[in-house]
């Protein structure tokens, strides 16, 4: 029982451990993936308005 409480305490406090790394952008530079799920102003618009029909028939 007395090695059963201090690997319970050690344990425990290991969940408390917050990494200190910064991590430094450079402004105007995007590293992430290209974003497939792009489209057009125009292409989302009409992509809405066929929506906002199926759902608004009754008024």
């Not at 201090?6 to 450079?26: K, Q």
């Amino acid at each position: 029982m007395k090695y059963i409480v201090p690997f319970i305490v050690l344990f425990g406090l290991s969940a408390c451990y917050e990494d200190t790394d910064v991590t430094i952008h450079e402004p105007g530079v995007y590293k992430g993936k290209p974003d497939s799920h792009v489209e057009s102003y125009e292409a989302r618009e009409d992509i809405l308005a066929k929506r906002f029909q199926q759902v608004q028939t009754d008024r």
